[in-house]
């Protein structure tokens, strides 16, 4: 079965791990827990009789490539996610930065051309110079309205009367790129859960069945270093080398 349809059929059981239960790929990243779980089946294959006559479940061990093929998906669909919010993130924050410059600049040109017009000043006062996204989406279609309804005031400044329908239209623009970054976001939240859930699923087949290897070969040291993670031993060794650096050069 391909990496799509593992993940599918396992996904009852993958979804049912709680917030509680679940890891993260902190200590070890998935691609590294992917391999590991590859590299650690096919090292059990071969201690089948001696992990199962400590009671490891040999399901388990024949599970392992179905979590890690699930987990693979998974992190892929994630990875896609990732980029996509990288994408609309850049789109937004280039498009927003240019709708508050717009905003402002019709502020500024407002209050000076309503100064002797107590009963509009108040208007634009109320425009929020917060970087509220929403704020600024509803103060870019206010600020047009009301450029429209008083444009003798505006056309006295020389106001260029272009930018009114560039607000409206501008307004409108940044309401759906909110939105799609809001829904982009919410699914990146939804993979992210997925992903977590099926790192889970994997890892604690891998530790249980490391657990059980580590015991049964805790006096062979050639069959136990299968059952250890090697992205862990290298990790602890980098720091202990750094450790010793830095105690050196201190």
């Not at 299968?226 to 050069?249: F, P, T």
Request: hydrophobic share 40%; with cysteine.
């Amino acid at each position: 079965m391909s990496n799509r349809e593992n993940l599918d059929n396992k996904m009852a059981e993958i979804s049912a791990i709680d917030d509680k239960r679940t890891k993260r790929p902190k200590h070890i990243p998935s691609d590294a827990c992917i391999l590991e779980a590859t590299t650690l089946y096919h090292w059990a294959m071969e201690d089948k009789e001696a992990l199962m006559a400590h009671g490891l479940s040999w399901e388990l061990v024949e599970d392992l490539i179905v979590r890690q093929e699930a987990l693979t998906e998974a992190e892929a669909a994630w990875n896609t996610q990732w980029r996509n919010r990288t994408a609309i993130y850049e789109e937004w924050n280039s498009a927003s930065a240019l709708a508050y410059e717009l905003r402002d600049r019709l502020a500024a040109d407002f209050r000076f051309a309503f100064r002797n017009h107590p009963d509009l000043l108040p208007m634009v006062k109320r425009i929020s110079n917060k970087k509220n996204h929403p704020t600024m989406i509803q103060d870019l279609n206010d600020l047009s309205y009301l450029g429209r309804t008083n444009r003798p005031l505006l056309e006295a400044i020389r106001f260029d009367m272009s930018l009114l329908e560039k607000a409206a239209q501008t307004s409108t623009d940044m309401g759906a790129l909110l939105a799609n970054t809001i829904a982009v976001m919410g699914k990146l939240c939804e993979v992210k859960k997925i992903r977590d859930q099926a790192y889970t699923y994997l890892k604690e087949a891998v530790d249980e069945i490391r657990r059980t290897g580590q015991y049964v070969f805790r006096r062979n040291k050639e069959r136990y270093m299968g059952y250890i993670s090697m992205h862990l031993r290298h990790a602890k060794s980098r720091q202990a080398r750094k450790a010793k650096e830095k105690q050196q050069e201190g």
